[in-house]
């Protein structure tokens, strides 16, 4: 494999610049950090870019409209608000600065997380991207609390409870009636899942175990063929994944906030061991939007989900 033999890769890289420019906006050679497809036919192996790593990047989706307004989403299926898709192309922006591109990309089915991982590609210019989509990696499903104002739900039951409902490994929120339309039985999209595999309401714990045969058998076997996968998804199914690859501890995952919409980057060698893991961008604005996530459902605060 000539891959075997770095020295070689400077040659063939100014030999697929020839063959086969690349055309970008605002690039008329192929990047130095991405490996042109003449390496796939020279080498026998699909990369996407020049790295000794593979590479499975975790982002949740930007602002939605509930998120906004400070609702309990879970599968409710809203829409993003316009500063979701800014910061859904600014995720893309900085996967670009880095030189980023992917073999794979995973989503939900919900249009928020859908309309992020479009963003993301198009800064790319990877709309062609393959995309896998899993009702497994949906949110958590709130139950009776989907649609309820998480300050005013606060201030009813108290902090404490708010936030065991919204952050407790193993409890769940009281569950939705079997006729009521948030009970995802009643959604087309979930036609083919068993009614019985359908939540009605989930803790953590059940949030990422029906995630996790997913997670185990497709999203991280596929890492096996593919060098750089994206997953677009939730703020409990991506914990539920970092809690896998971190190995992180039941009780320490109530203090895990994600950002909305920051690249969160996982670094594997070749045998799939974690090397490092980091997010993209300023850290400054890493840190505002963690502490935003986790004053979200306090009956004093103003701060809106984001």
Same mark, same amino acid.
């Given at each position: 494999?000539?891959?075997?033999?770095?020295?070689?890769?400077?040659?063939?890289?100014?030999?697929?610049?020839?063959?086969?420019?690349?055309?970008?906006?605002?690039?008329?050679?192929?990047?130095?950090?991405?490996?042109?497809?003449?390496?796939?036919?020279?080498?026998?192996?699909?990369?996407?870019?020049?790295?000794?790593?593979?590479?499975?990047?975790?982002?949740?989706?930007?602002?939605?409209?509930?998120?906004?307004?400070?609702?309990?989403?879970?599968?409710?299926?809203?829409?993003?608000?316009?500063?979701?898709?800014?910061?859904?192309?600014?995720?893309?922006?900085?996967?670009?600065?880095?030189?980023?591109?992917?073999?794979?990309?995973?989503?939900?089915?919900?249009?928020?997380?859908?309309?992020?991982?479009?963003?993301?590609?198009?800064?790319?210019?990877?709309? *062609?991207?393959?995309?896998?989509?899993?009702?497994?990696?949906?949110?958590?499903?709130?139950?009776?609390?989907?649609?309820?104002?998480?300050?005013?739900?606060?201030?009813?039951?108290?902090?404490?409870?708010?936030?065991? *409902?919204?952050?407790?490994?193993?409890?769940?929120?009281?569950?939705?009636?079997?006729?009521?339309?948030?009970?995802?039985?009643?959604?087309?999209?979930?036609?083919?899942?068993?009614?019985?595999?359908?939540?009605?309401?989930?803790?953590?714990?059940?949030?990422?175990?029906?995630?996790?045969?997913? *997670?185990?058998?497709?999203?991280?076997?596929?890492?096996?063929? *593919?060098?750089?996968?994206?997953?677009?998804?939730?703020?409990?199914?991506?914990?539920?994944?970092?809690?896998?690859?971190?190995?992180?501890?039941?009780?320490?995952?109530?203090?895990?906030?994600?950002?909305?919409?920051?690249?969160?980057?996982?670094?594997?060698?070749?045998?799939?061991?974690?090397?490092?893991?980091?997010?993209?961008?300023?850290?400054?604005?890493?840190?505002?939007?963690?502490?935003?996530?986790?004053?979200?459902?306090?009956?004093?605060?103003?701060?809106?989900?984001?």
């Amino acid at each position: 494999m000539l891959l075997h033999h770095p020295e070689l890769l400077p040659f063939l890289k100014t030999l697929a610049n020839h063959i086969f420019p690349f055309r970008t906006a605002g690039a008329d050679k192929f990047p130095n950090n991405v490996i042109h497809p003449v390496f796939c036919t020279i080498t026998g192996k699909s990369l996407s870019k020049l790295t000794e790593m593979k590479t499975i990047v975790l982002l949740r989706h930007g602002e939605s409209t509930w998120n906004r307004e400070n609702r309990f989403t879970g599968w409710t299926d809203v829409d993003l608000t316009e500063k979701g898709v800014q910061e859904a192309y600014y995720a893309g922006d900085l996967l670009k600065d880095k030189g980023m591109a992917f073999d794979q990309a995973y989503t939900s089915y919900l249009k928020r997380a859908v309309k992020t991982l479009n963003c993301v590609l198009d800064r790319l210019d990877q709309d *062609w991207l393959p995309v896998a989509k899993s009702w497994r990696l949906n949110e958590k499903h709130y139950g009776m609390l989907q649609g309820l104002n998480k300050s005013e739900t606060a201030k009813k039951y108290g902090d404490e409870q708010v936030l065991v *409902w919204r952050r407790s490994y193993d409890v769940a929120p009281p569950p939705v009636a079997e006729d009521d339309m948030n009970n995802p039985r009643w959604d087309p999209r979930y036609r083919e899942v068993p009614d019985d595999e359908l939540p009605r309401t989930e803790s953590l714990k059940s949030t990422i175990e029906r995630l996790m045969p997913y *997670w185990e058998g497709t999203i991280l076997a596929s890492l096996k063929t *593919w060098d750089n996968i994206l997953v677009v998804a939730h703020g409990n199914t991506l914990r539920g994944i970092i809690k896998y690859l971190k190995h992180i501890p039941d009780e320490k995952l109530l203090s895990l906030n994600l950002p909305t919409a920051i690249p969160y980057v996982f670094e594997f060698d070749d045998s799939l061991n974690l090397q490092k893991d980091y997010f993209l961008g300023d850290p400054d604005e890493v840190r505002r939007r963690m502490e935003a996530v986790a004053s979200q459902g306090q009956a004093s605060g103003n701060t809106p989900a984001t």
